[in-house]
């Protein structure tokens, strides 16, 4: 499993896609940070804060991380790969979780560089140092679980075609539906007393409790579980394959 994880991470940093992502998401990022003039403009918005990167990041990553994954198994059915792949001495969950790691790593290392965002606002604060640093770190884990259920997404996506393509579309579709679609289903006038409920079914409720500070272990459980659910709806994916052949 480790062997196929660092072949993972070899493959995405020796090639343009895991570059091509940080850079993006750094840039876009930046831009609205610090660049572009307006309420999401540090500069501008006269708090000592980086709010801004936690609003526009998860709109990033919907798009960046199923670029990232979209390859994952679609390549390898395409290539015909999956099939020496699913004869190694590695078990179909093993093969998911690696795959999954090197994702979650990849979507790590384009959040360790804004840590400079941080260390700038925090210096700019007048007196220095006025700044959430709870709400802060609360966010930043808040925005690693958030990345990590998209790359399950990903996954799972990926494993459904052979194309690549149809895998980023499908990942980008699913991936908006469980950030903000429960949300927008449950401001419905006939929803009803169920609002609550179908809000928290989707991953921006959670999101946003992380993003005060306080890590609640209800949403700790939400991401865990919302992760082990695709991981394992890919695995059923990958298992049918052989029944298929059998």
């Given at each position: 499993?480790?062997?196929?994880?660092?072949?993972?991470?070899?493959?995405f940093?020796s090639?343009?896609i895991?570059?091509i992502?940080i850079?993006?998401f750094l840039?876009a990022?930046s831009?609205f940070?610090?660049?572009?003039?307006?309420?999401?403009?540090v500069l501008?918005m006269g708090y000592?804060?980086?709010?801004?990167?936690f609003?526009i990041?998860?709109?990033?990553?919907?798009?960046?991380i199923p670029a990232i994954?979209m390859?994952?198994?679609a390549?390898?059915?395409k290539s015909?790969?999956?099939?020496?792949?699913?004869?190694?001495?590695?078990t179909?969950?093993?093969?998911?979780?690696?795959?999954?790691?090197?994702?979650?790593?990849?979507?790590?290392?384009?959040?360790i560089?804004t840590?400079?965002?941080f260390?700038?606002v925090?210096?700019?604060?007048?007196?220095?140092?006025?700044?959430?640093?709870g709400?802060t770190?609360g966010s930043?884990?808040?925005l690693l679980?958030?990345?990590?259920?998209?790359?399950?997404i990903?996954?799972?996506a990926?494993?459904?075609?052979?194309n690549?393509?149809?895998s980023?579309?499908?990942?980008?579709a699913?991936?908006?539906?469980?950030?903000i679609?429960?949300?927008?289903i449950?401001?419905?006038?006939f929803?009803?007393?169920?609002?609550t409920?179908?809000?928290?079914l989707?991953i921006n409720?959670?999101?946003?409790?992380?993003?005060?500070?306080?890590?609640?272990?209800?949403?700790?459980i939400?991401f865990?579980?919302?992760n082990?659910?695709?991981?394992?709806?890919?695995?059923l994916?990958?298992q049918s394959?052989?029944?298929e052949?059998?």
């Open positions: 499993m480790y062997s196929l994880f660092t072949k993972e991470i070899r493959s940093l090639s343009l895991g570059y992502v850079i993006v840039l990022i831009l940070m610090w660049i572009i003039k307006g309420d999401s403009n501008d000592a804060n980086i709010d801004t990167l609003a990041a998860p709109w990033v990553f919907l798009f960046l994954t390859r994952s198994f390549d390898e059915k015909g790969t999956i099939e020496l792949l699913l004869t190694r001495p590695l179909d969950l093993q093969i998911i979780l690696a795959k999954y790691l090197a994702g979650l790593v990849l979507v790590l290392f384009s959040l560089p840590l400079v965002y260390y700038s925090y210096k700019l604060g007048a007196p220095e140092g006025n700044i959430d640093t709400g770190w930043y884990i808040g679980f958030l990345g990590s259920s998209f790359v399950s990903g996954l799972f990926s494993a459904l075609t052979d690549q393509i149809v980023f579309i499908l990942a980008l699913m991936s908006f539906f469980c950030y679609g429960f949300e927008q449950s401001s419905l006038e929803i009803g007393t169920a609002d409920l179908i809000a928290n989707g409720a959670h999101y946003n409790s992380l993003s005060r500070g306080v890590i609640d272990s209800r949403d700790v939400y865990l579980s919302f082990t659910l695709f991981v394992m709806c890919t695995r994916v990958l394959r052989k029944w052949k059998k």
